[in-house]
């Protein structure tokens, strides 16, 4: 009795070591895995590159959303001064092509714009995922609104179900996982929709710009053909007629120049949006093109609230 007794001890004892040495190897296995997946994350500089992308991006899409809207007002302003000036030929709508119609279309597309950028700052941040899920629902619901773009169901399902994992090691990991998915199926998305934005502003195109043109050129047609009627005594007329020109200078000056810098930054936009498409695939990242496009959009920032600030 007294050698089984003994021989039972020892193999219980064998058994608990067993026991713990088990569980410690689960332990270690999980701390490896734990190391192995927070390595797997966004490093210090793709973290700050994604974050100087969607702070100059936000900026671009709030620049280019109140120019579309001032120049509209422009363009009212201009055809107001016109009808004052005796010009029969003035259209109902004084926003000329600058219809509300077609001012939604281009809002649409720097509204996308602002909710990608917005996304990817809600996925490198500690933004909950409740909230994430809203950001990646709200961008695919304004990138469809963009005409020109189309964002299939599978591309859609794919941004919409990124949500990041909180709590656990596995957030880094998933948060990496999450930001390069979402970059990469709106890659195209995003180039098209940077490519609708500057044809408005290139002043080769007949699109925004040329109807913003048409509307400077009609109120100096305008002007000159009151000129012609209105006696030189005339003090009042001849204001109202030099106010028109004045006006027609100015709002041509001052849009060829935010024009350009808005084209400008949509250049940088589309390559620092290929820059940051390769940024997050690779630990080795070369942020050049993420910081001109920074560049380009804070000097757009400054020039734009000296133009915009009367």
């Given at each position: 009795?007294?050698?089984?007794?003994?021989?039972?001890?020892?193999?219980?004892?064998?058994?608990?070591?067993?026991?713990?040495?088990?569980?410690?190897?689960?332990?270690?296995?999980?701390?490896?895995?734990?190391?192995?997946?927070?390595?797997?994350?966004?490093?210090?500089?793709?973290?700050?590159a994604i974050?100087?992308?969607?702070?100059?991006?936000?900026?671009?899409?709030?620049?280019?959303?109140?120019?579309?809207?001032?120049?509209?007002?422009?363009?009212?302003?201009?055809?107001?001064?016109?009808?004052?000036?005796?010009?029969?030929?003035?259209?109902?709508?004084?926003?000329?092509?600058?219809?509300?119609e077609r001012?939604?279309?281009?809002?649409?597309a720097l509204?996308?714009?602002?909710?990608?950028?917005?996304?990817?700052?809600?996925?490198?941040?500690?933004?909950?995922?409740?909230?994430?899920?809203?950001?990646?629902?709200?961008?695919?619901?304004?990138?469809?609104?963009?005409?020109?773009?189309?964002?299939?169901?599978?591309?859609?399902?794919?941004?919409?179900?990124?949500?990041?994992?909180?709590?656990?090691?596995?957030?880094?990991?998933?948060?990496?996982?999450?930001?390069?998915?979402?970059?990469?199926?709106?890659?195209?998305?995003?180039?098209?929709?940077?490519?609708?934005?500057?044809?408005?502003?290139?002043?080769?195109?007949?699109?925004?710009?040329?109807?913003?043109?048409?509307?400077?050129?009609?109120?100096?047609?305008?002007?000159?053909?009151?000129?012609?009627?209105?006696?030189?005594?005339?003090?009042?007329?001849?204001?109202?007629?030099?106010?028109?020109?004045?006006?027609?200078?100015?709002?041509?000056?001052?849009?060829?120049?935010?024009?350009?810098?808005?084209?400008?930054?949509?250049?940088?936009?589309?390559?620092?949006?290929?820059?940051?498409?390769?940024?997050?695939?690779?630990?080795?990242?070369?942020?050049?093109?993420?910081?001109?496009?920074?560049?380009?959009?804070?000097?757009?920032?400054?020039?734009?609230?000296?133009?915009?600030?009367?």
């Open positions: 009795m007294c050698a089984s007794a003994m021989t039972f001890g020892r193999v219980w004892k064998v058994g608990v070591h067993m026991q713990r040495w088990k569980r410690s190897l689960e332990s270690i296995a999980g701390l490896v895995l734990a190391i192995a997946f927070l390595g797997c994350g966004l490093t210090v500089k793709q973290q700050a974050d100087l992308f969607s702070a100059a991006t936000l900026d671009f899409a709030t620049v280019g959303r109140s120019e579309f809207q001032q120049s509209r007002a422009d363009v009212t302003e201009m055809n107001t001064r016109r009808l004052e000036l005796g010009d029969d030929s003035v259209p109902d709508d004084l926003a000329g092509l600058l219809t509300i001012t939604m279309v281009r809002l649409a509204e996308a714009l602002q909710e990608y950028a917005q996304l990817l700052g809600a996925l490198v941040s500690t933004t909950p995922p409740g909230e994430v899920k809203a950001a990646s629902d709200s961008f695919v619901a304004s990138l469809r609104k963009v005409r020109g773009v189309s964002l299939n169901d599978t591309d859609a399902s794919t941004i919409g179900r990124v949500v990041v994992l909180g709590g656990t090691f596995l957030i880094e990991y998933k948060r990496k996982k999450a930001v390069q998915e979402v970059v990469e199926v709106a890659h195209p998305h995003i180039l098209t929709t940077i490519e609708l934005v500057k044809q408005d502003f290139d002043a080769d195109s007949d699109f925004w710009s040329a109807g913003y043109r048409q509307a400077t050129q009609d109120l100096r047609g305008a002007a000159a053909a009151a000129g012609a009627d209105v006696p030189a005594q005339d003090v009042t007329g001849q204001a109202l007629i030099k106010g028109a020109k004045v006006l027609a200078t100015e709002n041509s000056a001052r849009f060829t120049v935010v024009s350009a810098q808005i084209t400008q930054a949509a250049d940088r936009l589309r390559e620092a949006q290929q820059n940051l498409r390769f940024a997050v695939h690779s630990n080795e990242i070369g942020s050049q093109d993420i910081d001109e496009y920074v560049s380009s959009v804070n000097e757009l920032v400054a020039i734009y609230a000296l133009l915009r600030s009367r």
